[in-house]
């Protein structure tokens, strides 16, 4: 089965460098809809909420060659090597980022981000609130994560 995915937005504003993928906790970006799709009241709401989550395309990296073999997340020796639904790359299957981020600010059309992970012009799929029944009360993780993370918000964190 095949489906066509028609983004609903576009980052507009943010980083460009997609190659470094550290430091993203003070990245304000921002999300701007389709106003001729959506019109100026598809955000009407999210106002709201502390936090969106942000579903968007890794456009500018193929996908990887080989999904069979596990490797080390961003091919770091010091991580175990992973089946590839144990790392969240953007070198993966269908290239779908998805980021929780903390609102910042919403006007007309346009959603300003903390902490979205996604480089300018990186298609948005869709964007959805962050609604606590939906979290986990306790995430368990193994050790090698919290390595891998440790400066992936470095400045902040998308709160």
């Known amino acids: 089965m095949k489906f066509e995915l028609t983004p609903i ?3 507009t504003s943010g980083r460009a ?3 470094n993928s550290d430091h993203w906790g003070d990245v304000f970006s ?3 809809v389709d106003p001729d799709k959506f019109g100026a009241g598809a955000l009407a709401g999210l106002e709201e909420f502390s936090h969106a989550e942000i579903l968007y395309l890794f ?11 596990p490797k080390p997340s961003r091919g770091r020796d010091d991580l ?3 089946g590839v639904f144990c790392d969240r ?3 993966r299957p269908n290239r779908i980022g998805a980021t929780i981020c903390g609102i910042a600010e919403i006007s007309g059309n346009t959603l300003t981000v ?9 298609p948005v799929l869709d964007i959805k609130p962050v609604m606590r029944q939906f979290l986990p009360e306790q995430i368990v993780q193994p050790e090698w994560v919290d390595r891998l ?3 992936y918000f470095l400045g902040g964190t998308p709160d």
């Open 9 to 11: 937005g576009t980052v």
């Open 17 to 19: 460098d997609h190659g």
């Open 30 to 32: 921002i999300v701007t």
């Open 59 to 69: 456009d500018r990296l193929p996908e990887r060659d080989d999904y069979t073999t």
């Open 80 to 82: 175990p090597a992973v």
């Open 89 to 91: 790359g953007p070198r």
């Open 114 to 122: 903390r902490g979205l992970d996604a480089v300018i012009g990186s």
């Open 149 to 151: 993370m440790g400066e």
